[in-house]
């Protein structure tokens, strides 16, 4: 088993930045995958980016692309979120997800361990 702990939400002005940490324990040593999800009020949640073990394949949400940056010490067991440029839209609560598959996934039913969730909210 894997748990994952998020921390690092909050609220912020639009505009502004904030930045997620999510800190793997257990088996780590099986995880490849490590990415971030996202669910706003009354909507299905949603991909927003993920990346694979090395580094070597990263992906985006069309509309996080160049305003978010996901990253990994994978030392540490940790993946973190680089949020800038924060929109209203982007309030969610935001869920980091991990999976011992190489193939990087975007879909929810790709991951086995998920975190407990961290609450973002930009103010207009």
């Known amino acids: 088993q894997v748990q994952l702990v998020e921390s690092g939400g909050g609220l912020v002005q639009a505009g502004g930045s904030l930045r997620l940490s999510c800190a793997a324990s257990g088996r780590t040593f099986s995880v490849n995958t490590m990415g971030w999800f996202r669910q706003a009020p009354g909507k299905e949640r949603e991909f927003v980016a993920a990346q694979s073990r090395g580094g070597g394949y990263t992906y985006y949400a069309p509309s996080v692309k160049g305003r978010f940056t996901i990253s990994r010490d994978n030392a540490k067991n940790t993946v973190y979120l680089q949020m800038n440029s924060l929109k209203p839209e982007d309030t969610a609560v935001y869920y980091c997800?991990?999976?011992?598959?190489?193939?990087?996934?975007?879909?929810?039913?790709?991951?086995?361990?998920w975190g407990q969730g961290t609450q973002v909210t930009v103010s207009s």
């Open positions: 997800a991990a999976d011992p598959r190489l193939r990087v996934g975007l879909l929810t039913q790709e991951y086995d361990y």
